[in-house]
């Protein structure tokens, strides 16, 4: 194809080598890019390491389909870490689709790990955000009282019966909430669990919501965040774990080369085909 032409290039042909650059990658782990590590991902490692023997970690999960891309990697690679510390964690998912997503991706990570359902790992089962005010109330309650705020976990089972929460009951026994979603919820945990109370606080929001995410960084109300996609694989780094995250971040890079190379091929073939026009 000569260069004048290439403006004319058939879109089915972009799309192809658009699937290309993106499925390869994730499918052959063979790229290694470098990605500069940043405080705000080492913040959250961090916390997860300082969790003090006897407290449990909150994760919760608002997030669904529609950004599981970026939030699932997220969440597993927070799991994987919490399980290697053997520090038990309680999942609070506020997404009717949601909550199964991720009581899966802990069901796997904890097979995988070895782990015990009510031991090392619960979920508190689907919260119904879509009442009004309802988020507030939990995150308002359950400082207070976690067996009051939920009772049962996921299966219907009383929190005074599962022996991970035995002795769990208040902010006291927190050591870590991560907040995963694709909204602004951090907001009312570091209201009113943050501030008053004194627990740490991990922000694990999608790439739209990573600028604001800055703010309650540089003001110390959060202890770290991992910005969307790219913070998940360098988390996977920390953990020195090529994970889902890392892949698709490889996929991201080779997809933006492609878009950059036909960006210019495109103007060359402009700038020709006008050289050529001005000739005739």
Do not use: C
């Not at 994970?243 to 402009?270: C, D, M, P, Q």
């Amino acid at each position: 194809m000569r260069l004048t032409n290439i403006q004319k290039i058939d879109r089915r042909i972009i799309y192809l080598l658009l699937v290309v650059v993106v499925a390869v990658p994730i499918i052959w782990d063979f790229l290694r890019q470098p990605l500069e590590m940043s405080r705000d991902v080492t913040g959250v490692y961090d916390a997860v390491e300082r969790i003090p023997k006897g407290k449990i970690a909150i994760i919760s999960a608002y997030w669904s389909a529609g950004t599981l891309a970026e939030n699932r990697p997220q969440t597993e690679a927070i799991m994987e870490h919490l399980f290697r510390k053997d520090v038990p964690f309680a999942i609070i998912p506020w997404d009717q689709l949601g909550t199964t997503l991720v009581y899966n991706s802990a069901d796997k990570i904890a097979k995988e790990m070895g782990k015990e359902y009510g031991k090392d790992w619960i979920s508190f089962g689907y919260q119904p955000i879509v009442i009004v005010g309802y988020f507030e109330q939990v995150a308002q309650a359950m400082p207070l009282d976690m067996h009051g705020t939920f009772k049962t976990d996921k299966f219907d089972t009383p929190l005074s019966k599962i022996p991970m929460m035995r002795g769990i009951r208040t902010a006291r026994d927190i050591g870590l909430l991560v907040d995963v979603t694709p909204s602004g919820t951090v907001q009312a945990w570091i209201s009113f669990l943050g501030q008053p109370y004194k627990v740490p606080i991990a922000y694990a929001p999608t790439g739209v919501m990573v600028a604001e995410g800055y703010n309650y960084l540089d003001a110390k109300q959060i202890v770290g965040m991992l910005p969307g996609l790219i913070g998940a694989a360098k988390y996977e780094m920390l953990l020195e774990e090529r994970g889902f995250a890392l892949r698709a971040a490889n996929a991201l890079s080779t997809s933006h080369v492609l878009i950059i190379a036909l960006i210019v091929l495109g103007n060359v073939g402009y700038f020709l085909s006008r050289r050529q026009r001005q000739r005739m």
